[in-house]
């Protein structure tokens, strides 16, 4: 199984604050690599794919970067409706993805 | 607009199966994959299968003995079964499209149901 790790778990910040979060794999997965936004007793929401592209929808001030084992979320300047959890996924390994741990980003 | 609902018990006994069943509205089922998705209570997710519509199913290895996925795509609806459950097995279950981009370039988890709580408990 492919491990995803995330970091950090859980973050403070503030509104206007550029946030970035690290997913990385046990192995490579090229840019096989999706994240989700997720608020309270909602489902997860797709925020970017492959690694770097931006879902339709989705806010600019959301990006991603990465490939191979080490892979960012930015949002590059936090809003109110940004405080929720976020996971990456690797569909490398498809069918068979797997998750990371998520991060909770917190208001400061 | 395409919508997915599960729909269930939300209590199972230990031993028992769980079995949920996801409609999906405003659309068809044909060509895509459909997944079933669980996160425990404060916990992350766990993708436990698929079936495409043609019926083929994949299944998480570390559930695989417990768990049947079958798609009814005269009613647009797909169904879970999971056997001999414990309380590790509590956990919101989602309902899940998944999609490909041209020549696999990409895949993704494109629409969420909202999910149902099934608690495991005597």
């Known amino acids: 199984d492919i491990q995803m790790t995330q970091s950090p778990s859980s973050l403070s910040a503030s509104v206007g604050d550029r946030v970035t979060i690290t997913c990385r794999s046990s192995?490579?997965?090229?840019?096989?690599l999706n994240w989700y936004q997720q608020k309270p007793g909602k489902a997860p929401k797709l925020l970017i794919y492959?690694?770097?592209s931006l879902q339709s929808g989705v806010p600019s001030r959301f990006s991603g970067s990465g490939s191979g084992t080490d892979f960012t979320l930015t949002i590059g300047s936090l809003q109110p409706e940004d405080f929720a959890t976020y996971y990456c996924?690797?569909?490398?390994?498809?069918?068979?993805?797997?998750f990371g741990g998520g991060t909770k980003v917190e208001n400061k | 607009q395409v919508q997915l609902q599960e729909s269930g018990p939300g209590l199972v006994k230990p031993s028992e199966t769980l079995s949920l069943t996801c409609t999906v509205s405003?659309?068809?089922?044909?060509?895509?994959?459909w997944s079933w998705i669980r996160q425990p209570p404060g916990e992350g997710l766990e993708w436990i299968g698929y079936?495409?519509?043609?019926?083929?199913?994949i299944y998480n290895p570390s559930l695989k003995s417990r768990v049947s996925i079958s798609m009814d795509t005269s009613k647009n609806q797909l169904s879970l079964k999971l056997s001999s459950v414990t309380a590790a097995d509590t956990a919101v279950y989602y309902c899940?499209?998944?999609?490909w981009g041209s020549g696999y370039s990409y895949q993704i988890f494109d629409l969420w149901g909202q999910g149902t709580l099934v608690t495991v408990s005597s």
């Open positions: 996924q690797q569909s490398h390994s498809t069918p068979t993805v797997t």
């Open positions: 192995q490579s997965i090229g840019n096989y």
């Open positions: 492959a690694a770097s």
């Open positions: 405003g659309g068809s089922t044909r060509n895509y994959y």
């Open positions: 079936v495409y519509y043609t019926g083929s199913t």
């Open positions: 899940v499209r998944e999609n």
